[in-house]
């Protein structure tokens, strides 16, 4: 669904006429962002089903102490965080969250193979620091770009090595500014995000990055817009269907319609029941297998919080 349906179907979730001229197209838009962020997403994370989850690889070096967590993930929040020990075999592994006060018995040793991490404030510390270069896998809750009006994205109609022509070019699109790509299939996931534009030529933006390799996943009908924005709701069918309704209630409220915003409520809260019962469980036949991660047999050594005893 992109924001020019969007809008049209808050408008007749409203029943009261003449609201509009208080209400600009960005303003109710604006309204739906908080929306998505404070009720929608919350409600479908609580779900865990890994609808939000995205996996990216960091390139760690050797000496670096850990990494930020992505600007994107819902909550400052790691879904799991893997290693991948290029000097080991470029075998993957879980990393466990150390406690602080356990961190010393690996901070004490130096520089080796990270065997866990901690949490710093937005940081994740690697314990110990790597002494060979490595990779961090992250698994993150990404949270769905802001929704802006039509007028400024545009869609794909060609893609090149690391061009892509569009449909018209915005305003805001300018040479040196950060763009995303959004699927146009649900549930709209992002295709890439933060390219920089390099060049613009009539129709045909070159972006950064794609020299050697093509500039892969991008389809025609996808939409481009500046980072961390979209035109796009990127939430399950059925999840937009309850923004659209929350969205509505937030403007009745504002408008200080009791009847009416009463009616809405009840709507909204018959729109999320529906909602939590479809998208959970996503396979239904299928049973979680319980996997006991520090089990004899998984070969993991467990340090326990008493002085000097490490016990196997």
Known sequence: MDTTSFLAAVDRAITVPNYQPRFSNNDLLALANEEQQSMIVPMIVALREEFFVFRETLTINAGDPGFRIPERAIGRTLREIQYRNL????????????????????????????NGFMVEGDTIRLLPTPSSNGEAVLYTLRKPSNLVQDSRTAKVTAVGTNTITLTKVPS?????????????????????????ITNITGLVLTVSGFTGTALSGVDVDDVVSTALETSIVQLPDEAAIVLIHATAVRVLEALSIPDQMKIAEEKLQQKMRACREILSPRVEGSVPKVIQRDGLLRGRTTVRRFPSVSVP
């Open 172 to 196: 805001n699109l300018t040479i040196g500014s950060k763009i995303d790509v959004t699927d146009n299939k649900p549930s709209y996931p992002l295709v890439h995000k933060d390219l920089t």
């Open 87 to 114: 000097a080991g075999g470029n075998l993957v592994y879980d990393l466990p969250r150390i406690s602080i006060e356990d961190s010393f018995r690996f901070t004490n040793l130096g520089q080796g193979t990270p």
